[in-house]
């Protein structure tokens, strides 16, 4: 159980143009979601809390309005990051805390690979 | 922001043997837990020791804590090739419940 999907597994697109990815938790309902960047070689980097029916709270130094939360149902939150360039090709990872748990308990997705050519 | 920092950044050993992997923290904690992380994959959770524990085992894995120093080490023993991946620390403070994570290990297992 416990199992967290994201959609696409990779990507590659063209600058400037804007790219979604979805995160799922399959078997269990999550208010919160977490998405995470990671550089090669490099830690996960907290970008976003995404919070099932309000706004998503951004870490600073996020653009709120480049990174795009919405986070509609108890077991899905997207990420569309708008105009693409490449320095935004990166490695994303989301997490989701199941409500019925600790809130310590944290599943996390597979990963996405964007390549911003 | 990244709260901890890990050491060494990078491991290299034969296998059978044992590997230590350290990391550090900043603030007041709730809970410390170690992911592992095969490359270009997503993280799995491997073990979480309370504050006020000072010692966990689960298999081949054994985690310490001490809050004093604000430190924790991730013991691996009689490692296998397939342990090869990056390790990281991650925190949960007291006033919140987001994950920060440390830098990470990369380790490597010769056969």
């Known amino acids: 159980g416990a199992v967290v999907s994201q959609h696409p597994s990779r990507v590659i697109c063209k600058s400037g143009t804007s790219v979604k990815i979805e995160c799922r938790s399959l078997?269990?309902?999550?208010?919160?979601m977490f998405w995470y960047r990671q550089f090669p070689k490099q830690s996960l980097m907290l970008m976003a809390t995404?919070?099932?029916?309000?706004?998503?709270?951004?870490e600073q130094g996020v653009e709120k309005d480049k990174f795009l939360i919405n986070h509609a149902s108890l077991t899905l939150s997207t990420l569309t990051v708008t105009s693409a360039h490449p320095e935004d090709s990166s490695f994303y990872i989301c997490?989701?805390?199941?409500?019925?748990?600790?809130?310590?308990?944290?599943?996390f997705g597979p990963g996405t690979r964007l390549t911003v050519l | 922001s990244q709260q901890g920092e890990e050491d060494p950044q990078a491991l290299s050993i034969q296998e059978g043997e044992n590997a230590t992997m350290n990391c550090s923290y900043k603030?007041?904690?709730?809970?410390l837990q170690w992911y592992r992380q095969n490359s270009g994959r997503g993280l799995v959770h491997l073990i979480l020791?309370?504050?006020?524990?000072r010692e966990k085992h689960s298999g081949r894995l054994r985690v310490t804590l001490d809050t004093s120093k604000k430190s924790s080490s991730l013991l691996i023993t009689a490692s296998r090739a397939a342990d090869t991946a990056s390790y990281f620390c991650?925190?949960?403070?007291?006033?919140?419940?987001?994950?920060?994570f440390g830098g990470g290990t990369r380790l490597m297992v010769k056969p």
């Open positions: 997490s989701a805390r199941d409500i019925g748990r600790s809130t310590d308990t944290q599943y």
């Open positions: 078997d269990f309902q999550a208010t919160t």
């Open positions: 995404s919070n099932e029916g309000s706004k998503a709270t951004y």
């Open positions: 603030t007041s904690i709730n809970n």
């Open positions: 020791i309370r504050s006020n524990e």
């Open positions: 991650a925190t949960i403070n007291n006033a919140g419940n987001m994950l920060t």
